[in-house]
């Protein structure tokens, strides 16, 4: 974390709200004065959610990504109390209380079906989002695909929020996959040092900074001779 910060990284996201290791974490970081903004994930679904938006809250943390529910987006339907509306409420009041709670709010679901996607980003806006996550969760998105979602998003909201892509590797195609959704026009996008991550893992920290970079002259404001 201390090389992240002094590379330039400006934000990062540092665990989960339930596992105490990870809020240990945030709370040394920022006694020691770290700069990075730092995120934690929170899981919408739960019937007691608001102990982890305050778990989050508290332990100095100031971004909340919440992981999406996917009775409403799936048809594996793991939680299917929370399917359709009940989805779309239970959304809008975590947002609403983490709002209250001072945190920068993100949201996104795994493989959401597109044909609901503007309802629920407008509803998500609505409710004082400040970020959406288009999650190739199952890393099965072809770059068209990403660059789909992304437009979808950045139609329903009216280009008022934040879009941030996350690719999985499964068919190595979370780099081609990050880039596609960053030209579509996502503001952001969630990376991975040295490609680790959960399963086949995500886009990889080193080749999304130097393809900004070098391919599409994007400024990054990371200090490209610490990437080594």
């Not at 980003?121 to 660059?147: E, H, N, S």
Request: glycine fraction near 10%.
């Amino acid at each position: 974390a201390e090389a992240l910060d002094q590379m330039g990284v400006k934000e990062a996201e540092a665990g989960y709200a339930s596992l105490a290791d990870d809020r240990r974490l945030v709370s040394e970081l920022r006694r020691r004065g770290n700069r990075m903004v730092l995120g934690m994930h929170a899981r919408s679904w739960l019937p007691d959610w608001k102990s982890e938006v305050d778990s989050v809250a508290e332990c100095g943390a100031q971004l909340i990504n919440f992981i999406g529910m996917q009775g409403y987006t799936s048809t594996h339907a793991l939680h299917p109390q929370l399917s359709g509306n009940r989805f779309l409420e239970r959304m809008e009041k975590c947002i609403a209380y983490a709002k209250q709670r001072g945190l920068k709010v993100a949201f996104g679901t795994d493989h959401p079906r597109p044909e609901i996607v503007p309802d629920t980003i407008r509803r998500a806006c609505k409710a004082g989002l400040d970020r959406w996550v288009v999650y190739d969760a199952r890393g099965w998105f072809l770059p068209q695909t990403m660059a789909m979602m992304v437009n979808l998003v950045r139609a329903a909201s009216e280009d008022k929020i934040e879009i941030i892509v996350h690719a999985h590797d499964d068919f190595g195609l979370a780099t081609a996959n990050t880039f596609e959704g960053i030209r579509a026009g996502a503001t952001g996008c969630d990376v991975t040092v040295n490609r680790t991550g959960h399963r086949c893992g995500n886009a990889a920290f080193e080749q999304i900074v130097l393809g900004l970079e070098y391919l599409f002259g994007r400024r990054t404001g990371i200090d490209l001779a610490q990437i080594i």
